[in-house]
């Protein structure tokens, strides 16, 4: 269970390394093709969010269970940078249909592509969002 | 690693080989661009079938590459996006609004014959 | 699952015990609810406690009678109507069994397993939470009422004897209704997959051409397994247009009229147009009210109808029609 890993992001480059680093502990983790690739897909936006607002971060990933439900496993993913921050997150999160690029479709659609989607911001400190996705 | 654009009659064909970084799409919208213009192709076929993952970026480059090379005269399809990349795209909320889309590269040739034969501006 | 069982037959044996001794309340609680049934929180009684071990050689001198008494409340209480007196009989004298033996070693391993086999043959015929809630509740009343006779000449001893007694007999009646529900649960999950898996088909009625025809409540789980079955179908089949049916679904939500809609989106993505059908005047009235976007939607009000247009937009002509077809027009896409 100790499956863990953790990607540095500098530059547009790294978004693909974390996504197929994201991919290949999904698919060790059980998870099916579909989820696989909503997963990969969560990676990257997040992975994309770090890159254009806060030039470098890293992405940590792992297992995470819960005794909820009957008990459930799934993956865990972190986001975390210190850039600037995220001023007004309520706004971040809203999803803009016609975006320019940046924040927009990103991580509004990251949060609808997982379980559990959190996101922490403080302005001058940076970001670290922390979102799950629980095997069916 | 650089997409190959094969020319093909009237048509080019991007045919992408392997996971895309970012600024290999943003080249592949370069280079797509300029081929349009000196080979004066009527249509482009983007396969994208080996792309496991197709995010907003992928997805908002893609969008603007069909809407520049229709500027300069070419009608754009996406071929070969798989089922779960669909899915995960549409879940994103990210459609491909106004670019053509077909199953595969027999489909998107299909898809271009229809569309430049209707486009009269656009014939021989 | 909720369920609230409020046992009656209960009630009576406390007030009696209340009436005749008022030298020191019970501690029981009037209702009995399942939801608040996790682990006891009430200590453990200690199985060295020499009046648990009186207790448990009580229970076996009088083993005969008391589950027979027990038995026969079940009867009359009309529990477990589904079962023979001779299996009522052989299950309470398993069950009684297994409960001595808890009070002897304080270990519910043993009791939860034969309750979770219990549940396994029960639950097939229709034997409801109330009833095994109930019946267990009854042997500790049939117990409680037995020691009461037993002791009743000694009220002091009476109550040290309950009171250890009683955080066993809680955790046992514990044990089995919480062991019982979890294999319902079980159950119903293992039942409604199969019923999803039954009634999600995704059928070729010609070259490129689908049929989803969605049948019975969809929830948001069912509608997502329903569009990743279609977009794999899509690719397999090499289809063109897709027809889905929904004729056979009662209602819709906003969660389910959304994802319709991104299935028409993904399944466009694939280059495959989509044609709905069968969308009743409720639906389609919900889904105006809901404000889902259906301007990317095609909609023909029957199947037959989302067929003919099928063939059209693959190219075929349709008989009955009288005007004529261009294949040009049809072969073109939602683009």
Known sequence: ?136 | MQVPILKQGGYLIASIQSVLSDSDLVQLRDNLGERVGSYRSRGVIIDVTVLDVIDSFATRTLRAIAHMLKLRGAETVIVGIQPDVAFAMVQLGLTLEGVGTALDLEEGLAYLDEKTKRAPVNGN | MRQSVNVRTHRPAVLQLKLNHPIRPMKRKPEFKIQNITHPSTPLADYNDPLLRELVAHLRQNRTQLREEWARRITDAQLLTAMTKEEIFSEATSVYDNYVEVLETGSVEALQAYARNLSERIIPRGVETHEVVGIVLLLRDVLARSLFKKYQGDFDLLNRVLDAYEPAANRIANTVAVSFVQERERVIRQQQEAIRELSTPVLQVRERLLILPMIGVIDAHRARQLTEQLLRGIRANRAKVVVVDITGVPTIDQTVANHLVKTVEASRLMGASVIITGLSAEIAQTIVTIGVDLSKMNAVGDLQGGIEEAERLLGYKVISTAEPVGSTAAKEQGA
């Open chain 1, 1 to 136: 269970m100790a499956t863990e890993n953790q990607t540095e992001i500098r530059s547009a480059v790294d978004i693909v390394t974390a996504r197929q680093r994201g991919r290949a502990l999904a698919l060790e983790l059980g998870f099916n093709g579909a989820d696989v690739t909503l997963i990969a897909a969560a990676i990257s936006e997040v992975a994309r969010n770090i890159v254009d607002h806060a030039k470098s971060g890293e992405i940590v990933m792992g297992s995470v269970a819960t005794t909820q439900n009957g008990g459930r496993t799934g993956i865990q993913i972190i986001a975390r940078d210190q850039g600037p921050g995220i001023r007004d997150v309520a706004q971040a999160m809203q999803y803009g249909y016609s975006t320019r690029k940046g924040l927009g479709v990103g991580l509004p659609g990251a949060k609808w592509l997982m379980d559990e989607f959190d996101i922490a911001s403080e302005a001058g400190r940076g970001t670290t969002i922390t979102m799950k996705k629980w095997k069916r």
